[in-house]
């Protein structure tokens, strides 16, 4: 056998294995990468550095290929796939190299993407999205190698094996379309890179079909986006985004068969001899309730979700005696509280989302009443009330309401009312409730005797019958008789609100582990 025939040893496979594992981890290339970073965006692999602690990462699928090949490379056919630990817990990461072919899907990736989402999941780990891709790659998407993508909707989407459901995160980091912004719909949780955009396709596909021109910003950007719940925080920067990953899932666990984590206990930074002068006593008068919050949990452990969807309710997680919570509240100074279809709507979601990873629900009611009219009824304000209440009521986390100032109408029940069987349901002293308001309420239910006492006795006989039946109607909304006929479990002090929910989540958990 001449030298030229001699058969590879070990050796030489390892070296070809080495060749290859570092083309694989070549992403665009020079010119490639140079590109992308001139856009103000990171390579994906820097990325998953910025998400993992340091030497934790596992990577699979990285020697893939597309199917169909050309002279121009595309290693891991632009997908990132693997494991890592994130403050010390594993989680599973998909990240998209938008430094090759804008980061475009063929069914290699998708294969790589859809395996690492179905072995996370069996796993029972979180699943860590980055997402900033272009949609489809042509023209290994075209024709009927559409129809025949490996892509499985009862993992992709969500686990329906009936198996407990893990966290999903995603970072918005780049123009997202297709299977990127599919991805971003799935995530528990999306936090958005203020120079990024999202939505089902881009604008270069939009223009041919429709005529319209639009910028990535026009069609997608972070004022959209947020708005209407597609994302639920923006951020000045990919290392901020990957900070809010991180801190959105240390309030959950691994996955919903395990309790939430634990930390040790701090003080609120609002002390609670503060607390009554944050509540003005003004049913009508605006107040920040976020201050009220800042009061009763723990210091620098707010955390707030979509906050800028349907701004009229609060949801956000938070811990109280280092225990994860999540609360919902309304907030006087947008709509004056009121919920309209949108607020409902991330009411659901977030709701859905405590019970199912085993966070306890906090409500803090000071609701004026759901929104009415011809907008309200054409934004789905019924249907989406209906849904709310109905999970709220299935929930198995424990529920603690807590009226501040007043719950009126479907609003109190939207809020976590007797209806949807709240293990506890407390009020302060200067609470209102009823089936309305009290200036509606009267000049609806008392619409004839006010008209004939105006008619018969002029406008004084007017207003002092107005004088009587209001001092009725606040009798009956005043926290006193709801508590002596049990509609309440108590009335309590607005100082030791903090103290009263403690031990309520004490025992409102019981004596078992803390999950659903």
Request: hydrophobic share 45%; with cysteine.
């Amino acid at each position: 056998m001449s030298e030229n025939d001699k058969a590879p040893t070990m050796a030489d496979r390892v070296a070809e294995l080495r060749r290859r594992q570092d083309r694989a981890r070549e992403m665009g290339g020079d010119e490639g990468l140079r590109r992308h970073r001139a856009s103000g965006r990171l390579p994906v692999r820097e990325r998953v550095e910025l998400l993992v602690d340091d030497g934790s990462w596992f990577e699979i699928g990285a020697l893939a290929l597309p199917e169909m090949r050309s002279a121009r490379h595309v290693p891991g056919d632009a997908a990132v796939t693997g494991f890592g630990t994130l403050d010390g817990r594993r989680i599973a990461v998909v990240g998209i190299d938008s430094s090759v072919l804008a980061g475009t899907t063929a069914p290699t990736g998708m294969r790589k993407q859809g395996r690492l989402i179905d072995l996370a999941q069996r796993k029972g780990m979180p699943i860590v999205l980055l997402c900033d891709a272009d949609g489809g790659r042509i023209p290994d998407v075209m024709g009927w190698r559409f129809s025949h993508l490996p892509l499985d909707f009862k993992t992709f989407l969500k686990r329906t094996d009936g198996g407990p459901t893990v966290p999903r995160a995603a970072a918005v980091l780049g123009p997202s379309y297709g299977d990127s912004a599919l991805h971003a719909s799935t995530a528990d949780f999306v936090v958005m890179a203020d120079f990024a955009s999202l939505a089902l396709v881009g604008p270069s596909v939009i223009e041919p079909a429709t005529g319209e021109k639009l910028t990535d910003r026009e069609l997608g950007g972070p004022d959209r986006v947020l708005a209407i719940g597609n994302a639920h925080m923006v951020v000045p920067s990919e290392a901020a985004a990957m900070d809010a990953i991180a801190a959105f899932l240390s309030f959950l666990p691994a996955n919903s068969a395990e309790p939430a984590p634990v930390v040790p206990p701090a003080e609120p930074a609002v002390p609670a001899d503060r607390i009554e002068a944050i509540v003005p006593l003004g049913a009508k008068a605006g107040y920040d309730m976020r201050e009220l919050i800042r009061a009763i949990a723990d210091a620098d452990s707010i955390f707030p979700w979509a906050e800028h969807w349907g701004p009229s309710l609060l949801t956000c997680f938070a811990r109280l005696g280092g225990d994860p919570v999540g609360i919902v509240a309304n907030q006087p100074i947008a709509l004056a509280g009121a919920l309209d279809a949108a607020a409902l709507t991330k009411e659901h979601d977030f709701v859905a989302m405590c019970d199912t990873f085993n966070l306890p629900l906090i409500f803090l009611h000071d609701v004026p009443g759901l929104m009415v009219g011809a907008e309200a009824e054409r934004a789905g304000t019924l249907k989406a009330y209906e849904r709310l209440a109905l999970r709220i009521a299935t929930a198995e986390v424990p529920k603690i309401g807590v009226v501040i100032r007043k719950a009126f109408g479907g609003g109190h029940f939207a809020m976590g009312g007797r209806p949807t069987h709240p293990d506890f349901l407390f009020a302060w002293p200067t609470a209102e409730m009823g089936f309305m308001a009290p200036d509606t309420g009267i000049r609806t239910v008392h619409r004839r005797q006010l008209e004939a006492a105006l008619q018969d006795g002029g406008q004084a006989a007017h207003d002092r019958l107005l004088a009587e039946l209001q001092g009725e109607w606040d009798a009956e909304a005043e926290p006193w008789e709801a508590a002596a006929h049990l509609a309440l479990d108590d009335v309590i002090e607005p100082a030791r609100t903090r103290a009263i929910l403690l031990e309520a989540l004490a025992i409102a958990w019981g004596s078992g582990p803390r999950v659903r």
